[in-house]
């Protein structure tokens, strides 16, 4: 690769690079040595505390794909994409906090989808367990694609080498040490990741100029490029009159309905900030689980809190460097390789072994968070619910780390699939439509069992099809292919617009599941247990824990 | 033209109505809100079972420090 060149790292970056796997999977391995129980591999024994809950909430939500998809984004699009990382997080962990997580933690579920039988039913469960599981298992793929690109670009490894080994020593730690493995090593993960990526900002920052400079640049780029869009519009239509109001694109959160970028208010308010960010922190299996794991309700609380106050630095350490890579390098081809090449440009032979650490760190952070809640939903969703209601915890922990091989050889697979297919869209842009498929409705169904009492289990089910249905039609009818056989427009003017599916498919979800719940029976007062202002009381859900039949 | 693209472009049209100043106030309005919210929270839902031993034990305070941040961000980005 071009970027490759005169990029080999030397004895101290392979040293540090060594002694991070070395610590990480050290550490564990010897937690692994004290899991005996399917309980101490899926919910780490209800022992963990909220410091690291918070930290590895953090290192999960930012991986691989983040510091090269996020970067990316913000090098081909502009810091809108920091929304994703605040108020398309904040709010909805503080929410989550002080609402649903408490609330799921006194019902003693393992997860959300066994949450969802016991408010609804068997069909709700399974179908929200298939989507969940659906997610994680290509997302893993994606992951280890999205490292082996960096690897293979910065530092000229092998990319096949590169997803093998990444899953290997991710698995296997995962498979010994289960949640608690994953936590513990999540929060070293998160400290060396928020290291690195601030020793490239600072680096870049000090290249550009300092921030006033970067302002200035960023600008300079923009009215380039507004430039080079009006020639060209020029050649084809009359001329149209510019907006000089209008912000710079490159540097505002906050960007106009009709922005061509895929980040318009309306998505990022309506469609990130109200649903998907809500979905993923309140009905994400990968993120709830860990909090589930806490000491007590009052930790998995204040895990989220930790976990919203360390946000807030996320976006300066993943966004900004896009922007840096944009004012120093304008004229690369895409924005998958931008943190690579500023990375390449940025740090001196000897330092890039903390950066590999950090990239290393969220990806490794992120993986065994997937592959561990993966195989809690097959263990617990499909294997307890269906083929072994009576298992014992002990056998479950062995179906556990067994569902996690089989998982680390199926990411391997998919990795190498996606290989041939990543070149015509960004990486990112592929994890966020896969997550606005079902998230959108799976979030409606979530949020009325929750708070509405006349939801049925019916209506919920019904409307969840119908929601996911939605979204991929949505996404069927923006195709080229398809909206120009048609003879159509596309439906959407923005760029990828997944923020806009997850609007429609839970406005249609949301919709159905009223209608649809006015003409079915309401449900048993068993199953209003789980509506939030009829269960109050922890006994009660103990109770209802130990006589159910999952 | 189908039904949807009709939809489509009248809510467009009427979120392009609205001027970028109206959208900061709502981004920033519903970061206030939510601030104010968990400010007024009961003691009982920020604190340990048996109320706070120390100052840092109550959750309103790291709540209110990432939502104050996100408001200076949202003022001025």
Redesign the interface.
Known sequence: MLLAANSHLTSPDYIVILLYLAITIGIGIAIGRKVKTGSDFFLGGRRLPWWAIGMSLVATDIGGTDIIGVGGAAYSHG?AVANFE??GC??A???G??IFIPFFYRTGVYTIPEYLERRYNAGVRTVMAICWLLFMACNLGIMLLASAKMMSEVFGWNQPVCILVTAVLVGAYTCVGGLAAVVYTDMIQCTVMIAGCLLVLVLGIIEVGGIDELKNRLAEVEARQAATAMEVADAESPPVAIDTDR?LER????L???TKSPFP??GI?FGL?LILSPAYWIGNQAIVQRSLGAK?D?EA??SY??G??L??IIPLIVAVPGLIALALLPDLESGDVAIPALVNRLLPVGIRGLFVAAFLAALMSSVDSYLNSAATIVSNDFYKRFIDKDVSDERLLTVGRVTTAALVVWAVIFAFILTLMSEKSGVYAIFQTLMAFFQGPAFAVLLFGFLWKRATGTAAFIALLCGIATSVSLYT?NQKVIYTLLG??P???VEEPFLYFSIWAFLVTSTLIVIISFFTSPDSEEKLKYVYHRAKLPNEFDNAAKGSVV | MSPLHHIGQTIREALMAIPLSGVRVLFVGSLVALLIWVLRLPNSETTPPGGAKRWDENLKLGASLALILQIIVYSFL
Request: glycine fraction near 0%; hydrophobic fraction near 65%; charge should be positive.
């Open positions: 810091l605040w108020i904040i709010p962990m503080i929410v906090a002080f912000p540097t505002s959160l906050i106009p309905a009709d208010w309306p308010f900030a007590s009052f609380k204040a809190i930790w919203a106050v946000k807030n009818l159509w427009e439906l959407f003017r």
